[in-house]
């Protein structure tokens, strides 16, 4: 006979709205973690507009900032957000980090003309593994454009921002 297993409730894995998180139940990701954050478009690549783009970019930088997270990096795709972070023993959880992101860049996209959702529900986060350094995660991350053929170089790709040495 085998043993009962431990049943998660679904409002455990909530993070906002009808939303299901991918976050494990017993963590609110606002240790000394780093994490590496997808964040994917809800359709198209909205993000080929120049002036969204810039504006997505700001905001990863203005949110780190605000809630007191170390940003190691990041990568802006037509598509979709690569972050690499650390709540750094701010106490603030990565969903309030996602919320306040995703909920003020939303509100710019329609306020601009643009359909919403900007956003899919939730996000895809991995806590970097001990074998996983923040050197070798980003340059996975900033190599994003260079693998999916639209430059040669990482330098060449505009939204892209690192913040430690690769």
Same mark, same amino acid.
């Given at each position: 006979?085998?043993?009962?297993? $431990?049943?998660? %409730?679904?409002?455990? !894995?909530?993070?906002?709205?009808?939303?299901?998180?991918?976050?494990?139940? =017993? @963590?609110?990701?606002?240790? =000394?973690?780093?994490? #590496?954050?997808?964040? @994917?478009? %809800?359709?198209?690549?909205?993000?080929?507009?120049?002036?969204?783009?810039?504006?997505?970019?700001?905001?990863?930088?203005?949110? @780190?900032?605000?809630?007191?997270?170390?940003?190691?990096?990041? @990568?802006?795709?037509?598509? #979709?957000? #690569?972050?690499?972070?650390?709540?750094?023993?701010?106490?603030?959880?990565?969903?309030?980090?996602?919320?306040?992101?995703?909920?003020?860049?939303?509100?710019?996209?329609? %306020?601009?003309?643009?359909?919403?959702? !900007?956003?899919?529900?939730?996000?895809?986060?991995?806590?970097?593994? $001990?074998?996983?350094?923040?050197?070798?995660?980003?340059?996975?991350?900033? $190599? %994003?454009?260079?693998?999916?053929?639209?430059?040669?170089?990482?330098? =060449?790709?505009?939204?892209?921002?690192?913040?430690?040495?690769?």
């Amino acid at each position: 006979m085998q043993p009962p297993r $431990n049943r998660i %409730n679904p409002q455990d !894995l909530t993070t906002y709205g009808r939303s299901r998180a991918v976050r494990l139940p =017993d @963590c609110t990701y606002a240790a =000394d973690e780093i994490i #590496h954050v997808t964040i @994917c478009a %809800n359709a198209g690549e909205p993000f080929a507009d120049r002036q969204l783009a810039e504006l997505v970019s700001e905001s990863v930088g203005f949110y @780190c900032r605000k809630l007191k997270y170390r940003l190691f990096g990041y @990568c802006l795709m037509p598509d #979709h957000l #690569h972050v690499l972070l650390s709540p750094m023993g701010s106490g603030t959880p990565l969903g309030k980090w996602l919320l306040a992101f995703k909920n003020y860049t939303s509100r710019k996209f329609a %306020n601009a003309g643009g359909t919403p959702p !900007l956003w899919q529900r939730s996000a895809y986060d991995h806590v970097c593994r $001990n074998d996983e350094t923040p050197e070798t995660v980003l340059a996975y991350i900033i $190599n %994003n454009p260079v693998r999916a053929g639209l430059v040669q170089s990482w330098h =060449d790709w505009p939204l892209s921002c690192v913040f430690i040495e690769v």
